[in-house]
């Protein structure tokens, strides 16, 4: 979950060369990583394969190839993400004028593009639609944001939930959203901390602003982009069975990171804390979520929404939505024939 970060300032041996990197150097950074990888990851029984392949990431042609740091940080990311997909080494370049931009936090980006909302609308037939890709902090401009989204949706029949897209963010958010699909205090989610040996219990809102809508059927769309706090959101309602979820299985990122501060040049993401679901007792971490109704990425939609109007054709009682509801699944009976 890309909410948890921090940063602990270790200091390596001067690492920030501006266009070469050692054999000595990188043999000082591979050891450095692992060596914080052990000392913070959450999943110690995973600690000895994740060392063995830094070491043989180490003795690697690709590593041997590698010529500068960025590229030596890329290769220590990639054998990283086959153990835990929210592991990363990251480097940052000196030389880069202070004037130039720096890579947008995943936050900031959030804040500027309408907390991760792109699309929020009542489509034919009566079926609330919201597709966002991340999920952002809980603030008063967010909170403001999500309590539009669901007025927009909250007299509606059913609702599709589109993730297909979203690279998560922060769990809070989730929450907030949850809070709105029940009537009473419901535990979500809850997180171990290794640090500090403790669990911290996620639960609904008890106070949202706008209606809750407790009774009508959920629609999640899911991909194998489908990452961290958006995977935690589609577990938590497959799981407390309030939700269908319709696509791909996600990518399997289920525990909060945090970001260790290496040199000037060089951090590691490590995840120091473990999801620990209410109902399942386990999470999601390196399976993915997997989905009620197995479709292609670009097949989840239609198929959605397709289930969406057939629960709805079993309780409308207005003449006008009976008619809607029934033109647009001939409609889409027919593109999916044809």
Do not use: C
Not at 82 to 100: A, I, L
Not at 262 to 275: E, R, S, T
Not at 286 to 301: C, N, Y
Request: charged share 25%; net charge neutral.
């Amino acid at each position: 979950m890309k909410k948890y970060l921090a940063i602990l300032p270790l200091f390596l041996p001067s690492l920030s060369f501006p266009t070469t990197f050692s054999a000595e150097q990188k043999k000082t950074l591979v050891d450095t990583v692992e060596r914080e990888i052990s000392r913070q990851y959450i999943l110690q029984e995973n600690i000895p394969a994740t060392r063995e392949g830094l070491q043989k990431a180490s003795e690697s042609e690709a590593m041997k190839q590698a010529r500068t740091p960025k590229r030596v940080a890329e290769v220590l990311s990639k054998v990283l993400e086959k153990h835990d997909k929210h592991f990363g080494v990251r480097w940052y370049d000196q030389n880069t004028s202070q004037s130039q931009p720096k890579h947008e936090n995943w936050f900031t980006k959030l804040a500027r593009k309408n907390s991760g909302f792109n699309r929020v609308e009542v489509l034919e037939g009566n079926v609330g639609y919201i597709d966002f890709w991340g999920f952002d902090q809980v603030n008063d401009a967010s909170r403001k944001r999500v309590e539009a989204a669901m007025a927009l949706i909250e007299n509606t029949d059913a609702i599709i939930f589109d993730l297909r897209n979203n690279g998560g963010g922060d769990g809070n958010m989730g929450r907030l959203i949850n809070s709105y699909l029940f009537d009473e205090p419901t535990h979500l989610n809850s997180i171990y901390w290794k640090a500090t040996d403790s669990i911290t219990e996620f639960w609904t809102f008890e106070t949202i602003k706008g209606k809750r809508m407790v009774d009508i059927p959920v629609y999640i769309l899911t991909s194998k982009d489908t990452f961290s706090a958006a995977e935690s959101f589609a577990y938590q309602l497959k799981h407390l069975k309030r939700a269908t979820i319709i696509g791909e299985t996600t990518k399997g990122g289920a525990n909060p990171w945090q970001f260790f501060q290496l040199d000037d040049a060089f951090g590691v993401v490590i995840p120091i804390a473990k999801a620990i679901n209410p109902i399942t007792k386990s999470n999601w971490e390196g399976t993915g979520v997997e989905p009620d109704i197995t479709t292609r990425k670009e097949d989840a939609f239609n198929t959605a929404y397709q289930l969406s109007l057939q629960q709805i054709q079993k309780t409308a009682v207005n003449p006008e939505q009976i008619k809607e509801v029934k033109e647009k699944l001939e409609l889409l009976e027919t593109n999916q024939a044809s």
